[in-house]
């Protein structure tokens, strides 16, 4: 018997971690945990699917009856992932994929300290800022903001366990599928007893 793993995914908005989560899920069979937050949804998004889209009056009466593993501000909205998804996937022992920013990153390492932690990184600020403005899903308002904060969450980098630049995607997902692998090997995911 083996204990599944908490994936934390991070890494600034449009540097790949949505691109990258979705090979774990379709080709490494990780479940994804679908977040709570207050921005409205884009174009082709949808309510239960990429997240769960829900007021600021909901999101703070979800916060306060202790309904969310992490919570955090990002972009000025609210994100958090909700807990009782991703505590029955590990107790079912499903993988299972948080892509959620560092603030909420880190309060998952505290509170899972066996999660394993991967921060994305883009080759460039510029091939940031190109991704963000070919992806086409944000105003320049929203563009801006991301590149700003971009700058203060890869302060964050050395909390992590891994990283990953994303410069060649497949080569990118040839690492990651890498680190995946071993740590589904790793010692600390065996539990002790033995048929
Ligand atoms: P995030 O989920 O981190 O915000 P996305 O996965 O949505 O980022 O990726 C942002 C954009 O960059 C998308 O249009 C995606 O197709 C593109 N992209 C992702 N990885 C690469 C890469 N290695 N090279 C070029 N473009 C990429
Ligand atoms: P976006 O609005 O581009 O989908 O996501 C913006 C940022 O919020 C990304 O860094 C994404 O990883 C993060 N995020 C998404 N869901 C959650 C969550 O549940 N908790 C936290 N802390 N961050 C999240």
Redesign the pocket.
Same mark, same amino acid.
């Given at each position: 018997m083996k204990k599944p793993m908490m994936l934390v995914l991070s890494?600034?908005? @449009?540097? @790949?971690?949505?691109? /990258?989560g979705k090979r774990l899920i379709e080709e490494e069979g990780f479940g994804f945990s679908v977040s709570c937050t207050t921005r409205g949804p884009r174009p082709g998004e949808k309510h239960g699917v990429d997240y769960l889209f829900i007021t600021r009056e909901e999101f703070l009466s979800r916060r306060a009856a202790n309904g969310f593993l992490e919570t955090a501000t990002v972009h000025d909205e609210f994100y958090g992932t909700p807990r009782e998804p991703a505590e029955r996937a590990m107790a079912e022992g499903r993988d299972f994929l948080l =892509?959620i920013d560092p603030q909420g990153g880190v309060q998952v390492m505290e509170s899972v300290p066996e999660a394993v932690s991967v921060f /994305?990184l883009p080759p460039s600020w510029a091939a940031l800022e190109a !991704? $963000?403005r070919? !992806?086409g899903t944000e105003t320049e308002e929203k563009i801006q903001k991301r590149l700003h904060n971009a700058r203060q969450e890869v302060k964050y980098l050395p909390r992590y366990d891994y990283c990953i630049v994303?410069? =060649? $995607?497949d080569e990118?997902w040839r690492e990651l599928r890498g680190i995946v692998r071993a740590e589904r090997l790793s010692t600390k995911r065996f539990l002790p007893e033995l048929d």
């Amino acid at each position: 018997m083996k204990k599944p793993m908490m994936l934390v995914l991070s890494g600034p908005s @449009g540097v @790949g971690k949505g691109t /990258l989560g979705k090979r774990l899920i379709e080709e490494e069979g990780f479940g994804f945990s679908v977040s709570c937050t207050t921005r409205g949804p884009r174009p082709g998004e949808k309510h239960g699917v990429d997240y769960l889209f829900i007021t600021r009056e909901e999101f703070l009466s979800r916060r306060a009856a202790n309904g969310f593993l992490e919570t955090a501000t990002v972009h000025d909205e609210f994100y958090g992932t909700p807990r009782e998804p991703a505590e029955r996937a590990m107790a079912e022992g499903r993988d299972f994929l948080l =892509d959620i920013d560092p603030q909420g990153g880190v309060q998952v390492m505290e509170s899972v300290p066996e999660a394993v932690s991967v921060f /994305l990184l883009p080759p460039s600020w510029a091939a940031l800022e190109a !991704r $963000l403005r070919g !992806r086409g899903t944000e105003t320049e308002e929203k563009i801006q903001k991301r590149l700003h904060n971009a700058r203060q969450e890869v302060k964050y980098l050395p909390r992590y366990d891994y990283c990953i630049v994303n410069d =060649d $995607l497949d080569e990118a997902w040839r690492e990651l599928r890498g680190i995946v692998r071993a740590e589904r090997l790793s010692t600390k995911r065996f539990l002790p007893e033995l048929d």
